[in-house]
Nanobody
Framework: VQLQASGGGLEQPGGSLKLSCAISGFSLDDYAVGWFRQAPGKEREGVACVGGSGVSAYYADSRKGRFTISRDNGENTVSLLMNNLKPEDTAVYYC?????????????????WGRGTQVTVSS
C-alpha cells in the first residue's frame, strides 16, 4: 500500500486549496481513507474521511461546511477541497488508509500513511 499526498502550499485567508491522495495497493471500496492534520505543537486530528461504502464523515471544524472530501475510484484518489481557509488551518495534512471500511476520527484506526503535505494559510 502506498499513499502520496499533494496539493499543499501557501494560501491567503479566505482562499482555497485542494489536496489529493493518490493510493495504490488496494481498492477504495475495501477501506476507509481519511485526512488528518497536525499543527505545530498539537496532536494529529481527524479532518474528514470517506468510507469504503462511499459515505463521508467530517470532524472538527470541517463540519462547518468549509471542507469537502471526495473520491475517484477510477483514479484511486481521495481529495480534500478546503474553502474559506483560515490561519488555524495551517498544518501538515496526511492521508491515511483505515483498518476497516468504516470511518474513524482516531488515527490509531488507520494502518498506512502517506507523507504529509504542508498547508500554510497566511496573508
Amino acid at each position: 500500500v502506498q499513499l502520496q499526498a499533494s496539493g499543499g502550499g501557501l494560501e491567503q485567508p479566505g482562499g482555497s486549496l485542494k489536496l489529493s491522495c493518490a493510493i495504490s495497493g488496494f481498492s477504495l471500496d475495501d477501506y476507509a481513507v481519511g485526512w488528518f492534520r497536525q499543527a505545530p505543537g498539537k496532536e494529529r486530528e481527524g479532518v474528514a474521511c470517506v468510507g469504503g461504502s462511499g459515505v463521508s464523515a467530517y470532524y472538527a471544524d470541517s463540519r462547518k461546511g468549509r471542507f469537502t472530501i471526495s473520491r475517484d475510484n477510477g483514479e484511486n484518489t481521495v481529495s480534500l477541497l478546503m474553502n474559506n481557509l483560515k490561519p488555524e488551518d495551517t498544518a501538515v495534512y496526511y492521508c491515511g488508509v483505515g483498518k476497516y471500511r468504516y470511518c474513524s476520527r482516531h488515527d490509531d484506526e488507520y494502518s498506512h500513511w502517506g507523507r504529509g503535505t504542508q498547508v500554510t494559510v497566511s496573508s
